[in-house]
Structure formats: structure tokens, C-alpha cells
């Protein structure tokens, strides 16, 4: 066991790690640099933009490390869409050595890739953005959204107030869905939404599993669940390499919430097949979930749309 008295031991672990990763990341990889420069007679910015990869991520993935490590002092900051044309076009002139190699296509391969790059960060802004906006009842938009999933998922039945235990049938806690918003805010609200309008077919087959007395689960409260997941992986970077597969330029709100459906989609059959002998295993099901789909997205050749959810049973 390790005590007090095996703190200097573990401080020098620390240092020998930060030495090698030093070593590594500015001797190790510059020397390989040099090496592949001397070997094709291309920088590793050109070796990338003019590279045939099968999946779009690869370049994107390998500029934005480019960018991290210091190697691209041109987008040491933020950029704006408006710059997007003129700063790829300086990148690449910066960063190629033989100007007359340089071909319209490798700067407008640049400008893509940039693009990518901004709209993910932008993404994140934007996510954080609705998540800090609280439901107010108050709000007339906020409370028509509210009545509008109401409406999508129970055609058939009218509320009898704004307060009532009807909200349980899809799902909320008790009889003012709005207190259940708290955590993930109008965002919640807007996936949940979203699902129910644009994926009526998929959003009503998961409430009817949710109300089959085997499978129960509280829909609503799971899909705000569900938002958090979306939200905090977005965060990490994790659908990065999806992102930059499937959308050509930035991805937008919409990208974000198809991913949301998707994943909700994917858990009820994940919830299925693992058949729960109660509501008391959804947190554990839900993080054994949760790792699988990661480990699914890490991948250059992630697209989450098509992800089968066989992929997760194993």
C-alpha cells in the first residue's frame, strides 16, 4: 500500500513521465518529421492534405494535432468563418516550402478542414449555450415546446392541466415536467422534442417499450439522461471523428440532435437485449452503454449512424 512516505517515489514517476512525453512529442516526432521530409520531399502538412484517406476524419484528425502540438502558429487562436478562405490559403503557403507545388485544391482541402475544426468548437458553444438556459414556465416558447412533445407522443389524449400526473405516462417524475429540466436545462427539452418530431416512428416504438411492464423505463427522464451523455462526449471529443466524417463543413444543432436520436435509438435496443429485471439496473445498463458506444466512436471510421446495435451486445 502506498502512504504518505511513497509520495516522492510517485513524484518522480511523474516527472520521468513528463521528461518521456516531452522527448516524445518535440525530439521523437520532430526528428520523424524531418526524416519523412528528407524520404518524400513533403512537409507533414502537405503529406496529409494531399493524402488519400478513406475516411475524412484522418485528415481532419491529423491537422487539428497539427494545431495542438504548435506546429501550425497561424491558428495558435480562434478563427471566424469570415477568415476561413484567406488564413487556409496562408497555412498552406506558410507551410509547404516549394510555392509552385501549391495547387487551389490543396488550399480549399485546408479551408474544409479548418471549417470542421471551428464548427466542432463552436458546436460545444453552442450546446453549453441552451443547456444554461433554465426552463422558465413563464415562457410562452418554453411552455409550447413542453405542450408540443405532449401532443407528438400522446395524439390520442388531451391533458387535463398544466399540472398533472398525466406527464408520467411519458416519463417525467412527478406532475410538472418542468422540474426535471433542471440539469440539462432547454436542451433537454429541444432533443426530446426533436426526436418526437423528426424520428415519430423510432420515439413512439421507445415509449411503448418503456411502458411494456418487462422493459419499463421513464422515457423522458431518460432521454434528458440521454442529453447529458451527448452533451458531456461532445465535450470530450469524442464525436469529433463523426462529426468530421459525415458533415463536410461545420456541424450544426441539428448534426447534434440526430446523434441524440440516434442514441437513444441504440439504447432501447441495448436496454432490450440485456433485459433488465428492473428499473434499478438503468444506471448500470446506461454506463456499460455508455463505455461501448465510446469505444465504437474513438475510431477514425466513426459514424454513429451506422452503428449497429449488434456492435454493442458483445
Same mark, same amino acid.
Given at each position: 500500500?502506498? =502512504?504518505? &512516505? ?24 520532430? %526528428? #520523424? ?7 518524400? =520531399? ?27 502540438? =504548435? ?10 468563418? !469570415? !477568415?476561413?478562405?484567406?488564413? %487556409? !490559403?496562408?497555412?498552406?503557403? !506558410? ?5 509552385? +507545388? ?16 471551428? =464548427? ?10 441552451? &443547456? ?15 405542450? +408540443? ?15 398533472? +400526473? ?59 439522461? #440521454?442529453?447529458?451523455?451527448? &452533451? ?6 469524442? #464525436?469529433? %471523428? ?27 435496443? #441495448? ?44
Amino acid at each position: 500500500m502506498c =502512504g504518505k &512516505r511513497d509520495m516522492p517515489c510517485h513524484n518522480s514517476s511523474s516527472w520521468l513521465f513528463l521528461i518521456f512525453r516531452f522527448i516524445h512529442r518535440h525530439i521523437i516526432r520532430v %526528428a #520523424f518529421r524531418w526524416i519523412m521530409f528528407l524520404l518524400t =520531399g513533403k512537409t507533414e502538412l502537405e503529406r496529409v492534405l494531399t493524402s488519400e484517406e478513406e475516411y475524412p476524419a484522418q485528415v481532419t484528425l491529423r491537422v487539428e494535432r497539427m494545431i495542438e502540438d =504548435g506546429l501550425l502558429l497561424e491558428l495558435s487562436e480562434d478563427w471566424t468563418e !469570415d !477568415d476561413e478562405p484567406e488564413l %487556409a !490559403d496562408r497555412v498552406v503557403r !506558410d507551410n509547404i516550402y516549394y510555392c509552385e +507545388k501549391i495547387s487551389a485544391s490543396i488550399s480549399e482541402r485546408m479551408e474544409k478542414v479548418m471549417s470542421q475544426i471551428r =464548427g466542432y468548437r463552436e458546436l460545444c458553444a453552442l450546446v453549453e449555450a441552451r &443547456r444554461l438556459e433554465k426552463y422558465d414556465a413563464e415562457n410562452v416558447n418554453h411552455e409550447k415546446k413542453l405542450l +408540443k412533445l405532449w401532443d407528438i407522443l400522446m395524439p390520442e389524449e388531451k391533458l387535463t392541466g398544466r399540472m398533472t +400526473k398525466q406527464w408520467q405516462k411519458i416519463g417525467f417524475q412527478g406532475d410538472d415536467p418542468s422540474t426535471d429540466f433542471r440539469g440539462m436545462g432547454v436542451l433537454s427539452l429541444d432533443q426530446l422534442v426533436f426526436f418526437a418530431q423528426y424520428d415519430v416512428a423510432n420515439a413512439r416504438a421507445a415509449l411503448l417499450l418503456s411502458n411494456d411492464p418487462k422493459y419499463e423505463f421513464p422515457l423522458a427522464t431518460a432521454g434528458i439522461t #440521454f442529453t447529458s451523455v451527448a &452533451r458531456n462526449l461532445l465535450h470530450k471529443g469524442v #464525436f469529433k %471523428a463523426h462529426f468530421y466524417n459525415t458533415v463536410a463543413g461545420a456541424p450544426t444543432l441539428d448534426n447534434f440532435h440526430r446523434v441524440y436520436c440516434q442514441i437513444f435509438k441504440l439504447f432501447c435496443k #441495448f436496454w432490450k437485449y440485456r433485459e433488465p429485471s428492473s428499473i434499478m439496473e438503468f444506471n448500470f445498463i446506461k454506463n456499460d452503454f455508455e463505455m461501448k458506444l465510446i469505444d465504437s466512436l474513438v475510431v477514425e471510421e466513426a459514424n454513429i449512424h451506422k452503428l449497429n446495435a449488434d456492435q454493442l451486445f458483445s
